[in-house]
């Protein structure tokens, strides 16, 4: 009977976690590849439109313009979700945010969907900047709402499945891109309206499941609730995490939630804030976007087929999918800051190699090969730890008043650098040739280093011993305090 009663609450969190996760990050990881494949279709279809408004067709130049807004409208979109979710995860909470955030994804889709009929190559753009919002709201407040509905035992593995929803978004986004399917000349509206299909899933199945437990108790001060949701997620015998929670509630008295810029100024979080910066900032920097953008034509010049590129690309995502996979099986047992250290020393290891292949691919005929085998193997090495990892960050460095807050400051990070790369990228290229790496190999080394000397190890603790360990690092001389009762948690955590 405990054997079955397990299983029914395992399965709660698995579906809580696919919930949250196909209407989540995976649409961040879906729409960021599906604009790859109708790439010349939809500047085609700028062309036309301009020539049909003013009789004129459109300089190379001016669509190359208009494709650049297109392609940069969805980090800039990002950007405002970012600093919208601290606010909707507080006044709606973790669960109903995700479903509002549906909102944004419907729009587009309508916005895609109508785009050549009405011959309005502004409803892409519009839509671009829409599913950008929605990612951004998304890839915040989905790892908050599974960090906090999680065991301490299995919190990592958890967040890491907002990790593997990203790869899977990218996979598919490339499997449905592909010309026999979504990614012919006629067909590309309805690839970029599929972006409504997850966004469906989640509204159908979202609502059935609880609530973040942590939210309900100290944010909202709903007991009842909170121990509704602890039962379909764990069972009744699970009290010491009530406790726990109860132990946060009560040191709430007479505190506020802290706000994006405040958290730079607060003595008491210097570690947990450079971590955050530093790590957070790398993951746009470490390269690996990079590859993606570069990999094509490494392909080509390991002599595959211009026609089966398209087939070579879908297996670097499906690298990333399957690297994730085996860090969420791995991290409550390696660690955080093993698989951080390992992953970024792995591809300094892969970009060096990668570096001078390009070096020295004229005079080797076997060197365009090593090159390939090297993309496949960052990508292997990016996913093992910092594309997984990264994302708990915030969720375990940070108690609840300044969670959300938190999750802002590295939601804003993230979409700049990721702006910044693929605007600064091509500029790299031309000026840097065969060395274009050396930056991000120092990016990736210096990460290493830093996770090694100053983050701590997470894993298998609660929130509050986390706290505890921050406060003696942040600390060191009054670490015996006798003052100090635990981290500032606070009944409402409105910005």
Avoid at 143 to 161: C, F, H, I, N, Q
Avoid at 210 to 215: D, F, G, K, L, T
Avoid at 271 to 294: F, K, T
Avoid at 375 to 380: Q, R, T
Wanted: charged share 15%; proline share 5%; glycine share 10%.
């Amino acid at each position: 009977m405990r054997g079955l009663q397990r299983l029914v609450q395992g399965r709660i969190l698995l579906l809580t976690i696919c919930a949250a996760g196909i209407g989540g990050t995976f649409q961040f990881g879906y729409n960021l590849s599906i604009i790859n494949a109708p790439t010349l279709h939809i500047q085609e279809f700028t062309n036309e439109t301009w020539q049909m408004r003013t009789g004129r067709p459109l300089p190379d130049h001016l669509v190359l313009l208009v494709w650049s807004l297109i392609i940069s409208l969805y980090p800039l979109g990002g950007l405002l979700g970012a600093l919208l979710a601290g606010p909707l995860a507080i006044k709606l909470g973790r669960k109903k945010s995700l479903l509002v955030n549906n909102i944004f994804v419907v729009a587009a889709a309508t916005l895609f969907g109508f785009s050549r009929r009405a011959g309005s190559f502004e409803m892409i753009m519009l839509g671009r900047l829409l599913v950008g919002v929605s990612a951004g709201v998304s890839m915040n407040v989905q790892p908050m709402y599974l960090g906090e509905s999680a065991p301490k035992e299995l919190r990592g593995a958890v967040a890491m499945t907002s990790a593997i929803f990203t790869a899977l978004g990218i996979v598919m986004g490339q499997v449905v891109g592909l010309r026999e399917l979504l990614g012919g000349p006629q067909a590309w509206p309805l690839l970029l309206a599929s972006c409504l299909v997850p966004g469906l899933l989640q509204l159908a199945s979202l609502p059935l499941l609880p609530e973040s437990p942590r939210y309900l108790l100290i944010d909202r001060g709903d007991s009842e609730a909170c121990l509704a949701a602890l039962h379909r997620l764990r069972g009744p015998a699970d009290l010491g995490e009530l406790a726990e929670l109860e132990q946060e509630r009560i040191a709430c008295l007479g505190r506020r939630a802290q706000r994006p810029w405040e958290l730079f100024g607060n003595r008491a979080l210097r570690r947990q804030v450079a971590s955050l910066v530093v790590l957070g900032g790398a993951m746009e920097l470490c390269g690996n976007d990079a590859v993606y953008a570069y990999a094509s034509a490494v392909f080509l010049q390991a002599r595959i087929p211009p026609d089966k590129v398209q087939y070579a690309a879908i297996g670097t995502g499906g690298c990333e999918l399957l690297a994730v996979l085996v860090s969420c099986v791995v991290i409550e047992k390696v660690g955080r800051r093993m698989l951080l250290m390992g992953g970024y020393g792995l591809m300094t290891c892969w970009a060096s190699i990668f570096t001078a292949a390009l070096c020295l691919q004229s005079s080797f005929p076997w060197m365009p090969y090593l090159a390939m085998s090297c993309i496949f193997a960052f990508i292997l090495s990016f996913g093992i730890g910092p594309a997984g990892v990264t994302g708990i960050l915030a969720t375990e460095l940070f108690d609840q008043t300044t969670r959300p807050a938190a999750y802002m400051v590295c939601g804003v990070l993230m979409w700049t650098m990721l702006f910044v790369v693929g605007l600064g990228f091509p500029f790299i290229m031309e000026g840097l040739s065969h060395f274009l790496y050396v930056p991000f190999i120092c990016v990736c080394v210096c990460r290493a280093v830093y996770t090694g000397l100053f983050l701590p190890e997470t894993k298998g603790k609660t929130f509050l011993e986390i706290a505890e360990e921050l406060h003696r690092l942040n600390f060191p001389r009054w670490s015996q305090d006798p003052e100090w009762r635990g981290p500032g948690v606070i009944q409402a955590t409105e910005l």
